[in-house]
């Protein structure tokens, strides 16, 4: 009956964080998972070479193969040392069969020869050190920075946690600041962009500081208050509502492009830049009814999700769902056997029942839209969900876009405040397949390696 | 054997909210403006209220019944209507309009006045346009421009507050005795309109003027209306700018303007009747316009029009546009003008 009796709280619009579960654990480092499975292909057909056979025996930071079509390609390395299994046609996290190579470990820990790119002769070029980075598969927009190099001059980090329980990039800026802000350095330099706009939650301007601190002097890093968290969708939001580049001129038309940059991305580049690590690891937050100790762990890129599972305590047989990224835009999961992948932040597994649509309490089951206009007051994009997805369950696809369906940001918070339990989330994203196809999706495309 | 996983689409946490508590919300804010009335009017408000909700939902439970549910099972009736899918009688709509219909009829009009009030207004204000969610113009206020124009005598009978002995002898056993009749009297407006008249503030303030059950106690109604605002039931946007253009207009027109906020059933249709979600536009910009247009057109007929008071009808005209002023308000982001209304942009492969 929660919800049902009226309460004297005042009503929330946006769910709380659920951050104390995980925020001050410590972070560890999961060890070594029996097999790791790397996928070669980020979308159905991707473009990729391989550059080991099946049987060969490979060490952590070796590369294996090249995804994308150059410029806007990506090295993809080794996580673990071992022996390569098999090249097959593997599930992966997105939803589809990519071509993945799956190693199985050797235990040796044996880690390639890499050298720093510091220490390279690339160092004083940027257009170099940006391939370097490539080479270490780092995903960074590389179609922005190879074809369009001299239109981007602004460089916006998201640093806002928009998911519930996820608390990864938070727990990366406090353990790794100092990391985070070199690998900014670099990489400002090696695309010559001399602005950066730092978005973070009012609440924890502090987290920052080491950012903002190392930019005094030759680059402008600013840092934006927000009240509300952006969801990682929130480009083109965050370059409407704070680009430096805007002000300037009265007009609105934008100088420059603006790109934005992933924490996570912005420490692997200070990982290569000084010790020649390829992106191998990444900090993810384990969260959920499922997991008995939700934590923020270390984890090889390519680890399945199951070892992660048992790791923070979870029963595999009871988890009843399984969401890559968090609750509000993750990916859902139909399989325990697919892969971490390199823009995933966490995970979030769940006990879930199977609930027979009758058992359900009536008063939770679907209603008509009652015009409340909450979604409308979260809509963090300043849409319209309740109209648009009227439009779409009546097939007026073009009115649907004339109303901003494609400004969605696939964010989830107007389904989660919908009273009248209106699958919004999901209507807006019927409306973008059935208007230009799937790849449009920016919930999905977010995952991507190669996305910008 | 690999267990199952459940695939939906996102998300996957929700706040447990319903329908339903919007409804109830409204009702206990309705419980002050309640109170005072039948401290003003004596308990027979309590009799008309009663009627007024006993109406609406029945009206909507037999509607519902005889066009959604063929099979209806009535001998375990109660049971049926509890358990039945497509009744949502129970939802607290009904209730909320019963209770608002009854609230905006003045205190001496016999019981039957809100039933057929209450009958109309869920009948021909909201389940011939489908059911909650449809309706195009605000059921109560349907329900009371009908009674206006069917019983025009008797839906401005206007009566005083009753005393306290009145009060003290309607508790008597004595059946005959529940019902006092006040002495007759001019609203507040009346008096202003027709014999150029005015009331003095803390008259208004306090509730102890002539006027529909509901509309008098200015107190009890901004209790009540605080309490939908601190909720988050209703936002600010169309109550203030309801009130606010109010004021302002009749600022302009050489009017009193506090008595005209206060007097009436300005507030109680700012707070309790523009308000009502179904009927008021989403936007927020439209709210503001909502409400801004609802002030403009009440002053006017207060000021220039034939009836003493204007807020029935100028909510009804406003609800009449609501759609179009979605329409012209839609919240469009500046980068609209970008390539990102095509999709092209968003196409991940370089
Ligand atoms: S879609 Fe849901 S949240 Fe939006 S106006 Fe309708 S009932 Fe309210
Ligand atoms: S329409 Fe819903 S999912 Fe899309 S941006 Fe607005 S709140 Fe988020």
Same mark, same amino acid.
């Given at each position: ?35 790791? /499975? ?84 690339? $160092? ?206 993750? /990916? ?34 679907? $209603? ?85 | ?45 309590? &009799? ?51 209770? +608002? ?19 109309? =207004? ?41 005393? &306290? ?54 107190? =009890? ?14 936002? &600010? ?36 009747? =523009? ?48 759609? +179009? ?26």
């Amino acid at each position: 009956m929660d919800g049902f009796l009226p309460t004297f709280t005042r009503r929330k619009l946006l769910p709380p964080t659920y951050r104390e579960a995980t925020w001050d654990k410590p972070v560890l480092r999961l060890g070594e998972p029996e097999r790791v /499975i790397i996928p070669l292909q980020d979308s159905p057909g991707t473009s990729y070479q391989v550059a080991v056979k099946e049987g060969e025996d490979v060490t952590a930071g070796q590369k294996i193969g090249v995804m994308g079509e150059a410029p806007a390609s990506l090295s993809v390395h080794a996580s673990i040392s071992g022996t390569v299994e098999q090249i097959a046609a593997l599930p992966h996290p997105l939803g589809f069969q990519a071509i993945s190579l799956s190693i199985a470990s050797d235990g040796k820990h044996e880690t390639c020869e890499c050298s720093p790119l510091k220490t390279g002769d690339r $160092a004083g070029n940027g257009r170099k050190v940006l391939e370097g980075l490539q080479e270490m598969g780092i995903p960074l927009s590389y179609r922005h920075l190879m074809a369009n190099d001299s239109r981007v001059s602004c460089l916006i980090i998201n640093a806002t946690e928009f998911e519930p329980y996820i608390t990864s990039r938070h727990v990366l800026l406090k353990e790794h600041g100092n990391e985070v802000a070199a690998g900014l350095q670099v990489l400002m330099t090696a695309c010559s962009v001399k602005q950066a706009v730092i978005v973070v939650e009012n609440t924890h301007t502090a987290l920052v500081e080491p950012l903002k601190r190392d930019g005094q002097g030759t680059v402008d890093i600013r840092v934006r208050g927000v009240t509300q968290p952006y969801p990682d969708t929130a480009n083109w939001l965050l370059e409407d509502k704070f680009s430096p580049l805007k002000s300037n001129n009265k007009h609105g038309s934008a100088q420059g492009l603006m790109m934005s940059v992933d924490l996570s991305s912005l420490f692997a580049i200070n990982n290569a830049w000084v010790s020649g690590l390829p992106f191998t690891e990444q900090l993810i937050t384990i969260a959920g009814s499922a997991v008995r100790d939700p934590q923020n762990v270390w984890v090889k890129t390519g680890t399945p999700l199951s070892p992660i599972i048992t790791h923070a305590g979870g029963d595999l047989s009871r988890v009843g769902r399984l969401v890559l990224g968090g609750p509000l835009m993750g /990916i859902p999961q139909h399989t325990l056997a697919v892969p971490l992948i390199k823009k995933a932040k966490g995970l979030f597994a769940a006990v879930a029942f199977l609930v027979d649509e009758h058992r359900e309490s009536r008063f939770y089951k679907q $209603a008509p839209c009652v015009k409340c206009a909450k979604c409308v007051d979260v809509c963090p994009a300043s849409l319209v969900p309740n109209t648009i997805a009227d439009f779409v369950t009546n097939k007026l696809l073009n009115d649907a876009q004339e109303w901003g369906v494609f400004h969605c940001l696939e964010c989830g918070l107007c389904e989660y405040s919908c009273p009248s339990r209106i699958p919004l989330l999901e209507i807006m994203r019927l409306g973008k397949v059935l208007l230009k196809g799937e790849d449009c999706l920016l919930g999905r495309n977010v995952f991507g390696a190669l996305y910008g | 054997m690999e267990n199952r996983l459940l695939v939906s689409s996102p998300p996957y946490i929700k706040n447990g909210e319903t329908a339903h508590c919007l409804m109830f919300d409204v009702f206990i804010a309705l419980i002050p403006v309640l109170a005072a009335s039948i401290i003003f009017f004596g308990p027979r408000v309590l &009799w008309n209220v009663f009627w007024g909700v006993s109406a609406a939902i029945g009206t909507e439970a037999l509607i519902q019944i005889v066009f959604k549910v063929p099979a209806f099972k009535f001998r375990t009736f109660v049971y049926s209507l509890l358990t039945n899918d497509d009744i949502d009688v129970l939802d607290g709509s009904a209730l909320v309009t019963g209770m +608002l219909l009854a609230l905006t009829l003045p205190p001496s009009s016999p019981f039957w006045m809100p039933m057929i009030g209450s009958f109309i =207004a869920i009948a021909f204000g909201k389940q011939v346009f489908g059911g909650v969610g449809y309706n195009i113009f605000n059921p109560a206020l349907i329900g009371r421009a009908f009674l206006l124009a069917a019983w025009p005598g008797k839906a401005t009978a206007w009566t005083a507050p009753i005393s &306290w002995e009145a009060w003290a002898q309607s508790l008597s056993l004595n059946p005959s005795s529940w019902i006092v009749d006040g002495v007759s009297t001019a609203t507040p407006l009346a008096l202003l309109k027709l014999q150029n008249e005015t009331t003095p503030l803390a008259e208004l303030l306090f509730g102890t003027t002539a006027g529909s059950l509901g509309e008098t106690s200015a107190l =009890a109604i901004l209790i009540g209306g605080g309490y939908l605002l601190y909720k988050g039931t209703v936002t &600010w946007h169309i109550p203030f700018s309801y009130i606010g253009t109010a004021f302002l207009l009749s600022l302009l027109l050489g009017q009193d303007p506090l008595f005209h906020v206060f007097a009436g059933g300005l507030l109680f249709g700012a707070f309790f009747m =523009a308000t009502d979600v179904v009927t008021s536009p989403v936007t927020k910009l439209g709210r503001i316009i909502f409400g801004s247009g609802a002030g403009v057109l009440t002053i006017v007929i207060r000021v220039f029009g034939g009836f003493p008071e204007g807020v029935c009808y100028s909510i009804l005209l406003m609800n009449a546009v609501t759609p +179009l002023i979605d329409r012209y308000t839609k919240q469009l982001p500046q980068s609209a003008a970008r390539s990102s209304l095509t999709g092209e942009s968003f196409t991940p492969k370089g």
